[in-house]
């Protein structure tokens, strides 16, 4: 039986965004989130068993949502 991975990716996204206005990770690339291009990356590694993120208690309800959107099951909330 292969080993289960246990290697958990942290993810710093808790910026004030004072500079530019409004969260960069909110931020949209061909019409797809930063977080969310970031996220899925790690959803797709075979080595990561859970994603956390560290963001503004603001942010939070959204990047879940985002996770959802784009099938993103290793976050945990």
Request: contains cysteine.
């Amino acid at each position: 039986m292969p080993n289960q991975p246990d290697t958990s990716a942290i993810i710093v996204a808790a910026g004030s965004a004072s500079r530019m206005g409004r969260n960069k990770q909110l931020l949209e690339i061909d019409g797809v989130p930063v977080i969310a291009r970031t996220l899925s990356a790690f959803q797709r590694c075979k080595d990561i068993a859970e994603i956390v993120v560290v963001a503004r208690e603001q942010d939070r309800e959204e990047f879940i949502r985002l996770a959802q959107k784009y099938g993103v099951s290793k976050l945990k909330a």
